[in-house]
């Protein structure tokens, strides 16, 4: 340990703890930002990934004692199911799905003995199985094929099934143990593509387990089941860039991303891949969890996944769905002086749309009501009421009266004369407020064309909360203040406004805010040709 020598001069004993401090500080970011990204593992030879299950679905038996069950536990990995006290024994006598096996180019099926799938059929004869009151037939745990016990199958070699496209086999998984003692894990530490399976685009899963009441939770499962296990990132316990390892560790092969969450989750994810900086961008697709999700709906996705659909009718949707560009935007914040002092700028990234006003101002409202009481906020339902209720408020309050006065707006350079206005909102998509088509209106005008991966940006106004209320219900058109590819906002000094960039809000103090082109990316945009 570096020890500072006792000095007479008690200001240049503090000078020098505080160069000390800082060079620390330096020596310490220089070494996280070099520092390589790490997607930790589970050690599957401590045991299966169990979930307890409080009634089954189905019929369901036991792996180990092979009796019929009511409750138990389901590993999410390998798809067993065992009573309580039976789990222990299953750690012991069943290995999990493996997720990795090095030194192979391929590799045989892995059985699971019991509890098929309803409707399943033998691919040996095509006759239905698993059908018997009891333990019987099996499934491979890779490419899900289910076969009686007393079909002999001639070729045990696992092709990995109809989305063999999607996964990472455990033979292409390489794994290291890293990090300092006590706290070792294991770590994906090289990825290698499978020679036998053509037009391979591996999947990566990222899910918010408590989106959609919960519904992440259940998705990160499924999807552990089908998948290689490494390829499912739970954004709980993993950042997103964590999970993007995998595509950097495949630089010349294109991943596909798949977003379980709302679209504050979607803009994490692009977010962490602004940082990443891959050599070859990934697809991204969606399915959507959160409240309003207009970034999905815009991209053919929905307006929000309950479970109506099954887990191969989403992989089938994610195989066929097309690539389209879209545009992201940077909401750049300069600060107006203070005492002589300017706080450091602000830089933030725009996927949906930005506004101030009384849009802003209900996000903001629900926004604080939400951190004070989570319990309030549990379903899209009650969210929507809640907008509803900020919004009803504020058509009596009136908060961002004379927002015209207080703000310059500028669309490439020049200058827009506002009217009477309490909201203003800049829009990359077609989508606002859960699912309305803000710059089309009623329809029943003709005005300019609008899209994602144009370049261009549209603005329009509100007159109050109540007009925001009619525009939302399509009674009444917005005004459309333009079109513009840099978008320049000026609050004036003394002015304090509510402001959001993608259902982020926050109130602003007098600032230039400019909104200008970023990058763009590639989505994917579920295909209208396909069913």
């Excluded at 940082?275 to 991209?299: E, F, H, M, S, W």
């Excluded at 309305?436 to 029943?444: C, D, I, K, R, Y």
Aim: charged fraction near 20%; glycine fraction near 8%; hydrophobic fraction near 40%.
């Amino acid at each position: 340990m570096f020890l500072i020598p006792e000095l007479s001069s008690e200001p240049f004993q503090i000078f020098l703890w505080i160069a000390y401090i800082f060079a620390v500080t330096v020596v310490v970011t220089v070494l996280r930002s070099r520092r390589k990204l790490d997607l930790p593992v589970r050690d599957v030879t401590k045991g299966h990934r169990w979930y307890e299950v409080e009634i089954f679905p189905r019929p369901t038996f036991c792996s180990v004692c092979e009796e019929h069950i009511m409750e138990g536990a389901h590993c999410d990995s390998c798809g067993i199911c065992t009573d309580e006290d039976c789990v222990h024994a299953a750690n012991k006598l069943f290995p999990c799905k493996r997720l990795s096996l090095p030194g192979r180019t391929s590799m045989d099926h892995v059985w699971a003995r019991g509890n098929l799938p309803l409707c399943s059929v033998c691919f040996v004869c095509g006759v239905q199985c698993g059908g018997n009151p009891s333990l019987c037939d099996r499934r491979c745990i890779w490419c899900q094929r289910t076969v009686h016990d007393c079909c002999a199958v001639e070729d045990n070699r696992c092709d990995f099934g109809h989305y063999r496209s999607m996964i990472i086999p455990p033979y292409s998984v390489g794994l290291q143990l890293v990090g300092i003692r006590g706290r070792r894990h294991l770590s994906v530490s090289k990825l290698h593509p499978p020679v036998r399976i053509s037009n391979w685009s591996p999947l990566i899963v990222f899910a918010n387990p408590s989106s959609g009441n919960n519904m992440g939770e259940h998705l990160l499962r499924e999807f552990r089941e089908v998948l290689n296990p490494i390829q499912v990132i739970d954004l709980h316990s993993l950042s997103p860039a964590a999970g993007l390892e995998l595509c950097r560790l495949l630089p010349t092969y294109k991943c596909r991303l798949l977003v379980c969450g709302g679209d504050g989750t979607v803009g994490w994810v692009l977010g962490a891949l602004d940082r990443v900086k891959l050599q070859n961008q990934p697809l991204i697709g969606v399915l959507p969890l959160g409240t309003g999700n207009d970034l999905a709906r815009v991209q053919g996705w929905g307006e929000g996944f309950v479970g109506e659909k099954s887990l191969d009718e989403i992989l089938t949707d994610i195989a066929h769905a097309e690539v389209t560009p879209f545009d992201r935007w940077t909401v750049s914040i300069i600060h107006q002086r203070h005492f002589g002092i300017r706080r450091p700028a602000k830089v933030l990234a725009m996927n949906n749309y930005f506004s101030m006003g009384c849009d802003a101002l209900v996000a903001l409202n629900f926004h604080r009501q939400r951190q004070t009481r989570p319990e309030l906020f549990t379903s899209r339902l009650f969210n929507k009421f809640w907008y509803f209720s900020y919004g009803a408020i504020d058509v009596l309050e009136q908060a961002c009266v004379d927002l015209h006065e207080r703000v310059k707006l500028e669309l490439d350079g020049r200058p827009v004369n506002l009217p009477e206005l309490e909201g203003i909102v800049v829009l990359n998509i077609s989508s606002w407020a859960g699912g309305f088509n803000l710059w089309s209106g009623t329809g029943e005008e003709d005005v300019p064309p609008a899209s994602f991966n144009d370049g261009i940006l549209e603005v329009v106004g509100l007159h109050s909360s109540f007009h925001m209320g009619q525009v939302r219900i399509a009674m009444a058109d917005p005004i459309r203040l333009g079109q513009a590819r840099v978008v320049k906002l000026t609050l004036q000094k003394g002015t304090k406004m509510p402001v959001q960039v993608d259902g982020e809000p926050w109130e602003q103090g007098s600032a230039t805010i400019t909104i200008s082109l970023r990058n763009r990316v590639n989505m994917l945009k579920k295909s209208e040709h396909h069913e």
